[in-house]
């Protein structure tokens, strides 16, 4: 199946959806996501032993109500770990994800007014992005697209429609997975906090800290 | 007709996409009149079903209160009342909340999950009526596709008027934003 043109050319596409991010962007708001990405990642990696046991020894001390005598410390380290073995990669990959996105607004906040004007350079480092992605993020979503029969070999005209059915059956057993290890009441419980949640941010960005126009008047 | 979650997803993302051209500061005085509509449908409802059939009888004398078609009329009471009281925040003068909403981007991320927050709400209530008289759109001979999918089945315990045992915890994001408000 390498020697496919389709796939060249829509790995030429994707190259060059990135780089053209890239060169709109700036170099150096790419190169600060591209280096620091990379490099937290590799760092995850390395350090996801001691930090699942950080967040483990941690986390158990505060759910066991932070105790001090040596009964209490021990049960602090007989618990159930809170990152197992099971769930170590998600928890690194969720980790990272939240960092990723927040290299972005870092980039935005550090490069406001110059983010470098050559925009070939930006192209390039944006297409670096988009070889980074290609290893870390595009081959978690491939299972998806592979399991049964091959997309690429469907007929004309129906991939579109067996991508929304995969995705829709995708998200299905995610959903029941995630919703299936907790209780119903929990599950209404992290919605009330949810919507909560969302109110209060979007209404403490709106009247907080500033004075509303009614007000000013 | 198709499955009702499909029908779900998608008027929550219309709701999106409004809330992403109209800015969450608009959105948000549309989330605070569907909390209030669903508490005062929630009051009433149960309430009035019996004054609204006697009415229809009165009118009707041949229609029957035990079958489908009271279902689908309480159903569509319900319904048209919630539909009319958001549409009437939308066409008529916005309940105006004021404040200054935060630039893109993250005022557009929190334009995006109020959106999603009122779609939930919006066609959360529709369901929940839907569901409440046992899916009455059948009566016209099509309806929401049944048995509901292992997936519906878990939406439905998670409607906005089943999170909490009374409706009335939904004046607490009322009163959260209008704290807020009096404080900024």
């Known amino acids: 199946m390498l020697s496919q043109p389709e796939s060249f050319i829509a790995l030429l596409i994707y190259f060059v959806f990135f780089g053209l991010i890239g060169a709109r962007r700036g170099w150096k708001k790419e190169a600060l996501v591209f280096v620091l990405g990379f490099a937290t990642y590799l760092g995850l990696l390395q350090s996801q032993g001691r930090l699942a046991f950080l967040i483990n020894t941690g986390g158990n001390y505060a759910l066991t109500g932070f105790p001090s005598d040596q009964e209490g410390l021990l049960s602090v380290f007989e618990a159930p770990p809170i990152i197992s073995g099971d769930n170590q990669e998600t928890f690194i990959f969720l980790l990272w994800a939240l960092i990723l996105v927040g290299l972005y607004f870092l980039g935005d906040r550090i490069f406001k007014k110059d983010a470098g004007k050559s925009q070939s350079l930006g192209f390039l480092v944006g297409v670096a992005n988009g070889i980074l992605y290609l290893s870390l993020i595009a081959t978690r979503l491939f299972p998806i697209f592979t399991s049964e029969e091959n997309l690429a070999e469907a007929p004309p005209g129906t991939q579109l429609q067996q991508v929304v059915n995969r995705l829709q059956d995708f998200l299905d057993v995610q959903l029941r997975a995630f919703f299936g290890g907790i209780s119903l009441s929990e599950q209404r419980t992290l919605l009330i906090i949810t919507i909560i949640l969302i109110i209060g941010i979007a209404a403490y960005t709106l009247f907080g800290g500033r004075k509303s126009q009614a007000q000013k008047k | ?184």
């Open chain 2, 1 to 184: 007709m198709g499955s009702i979650e499909s029908y779900f997803t998608t008027i929550a993302l219309v709701f999106v996409f409004i809330s992403i051209a109209r800015g969450y500061a608009k959105e948000l005085s549309t989330t605070v009149i569907i909390l209030v509509a669903i508490f005062l449908l929630d009051v009433i409802d149960g309430r009035l079903n019996p004054l609204l059939l006697t009415l229809v009888q009165t009118v009707f004398p041949d229609f029957s209160t035990a079958t489908e078609a009271s279902n689908l009329l309480l159903c569509s009471v319900y319904s048209v009342l919630f539909i009319g009281a958001v549409f009437a925040n939308y066409s008529g003068n916005t309940l105006n909340l004021g404040g200054k909403q935060a630039g893109p981007p993250v005022g557009t991320y929190i334009s995006i999950a109020v959106g999603l927050m009122n779609g939930y709400f919006f066609a959360g209530t529709l369901w929940f009526y839907q569901a409440l008289y046992d899916y009455p759109f059948r009566f016209f001979g099509q309806g929401i596709e049944q048995p509901l999918s292992a997936t519906a089945q878990v939406m439905v315990e998670l409607l906005p008027q089943k999170l909490a045992t009374n409706t009335g915890y939904l004046m607490i994001p009322i009163a959260l934003i209008l704290l807020l408000r009096a404080k900024g």
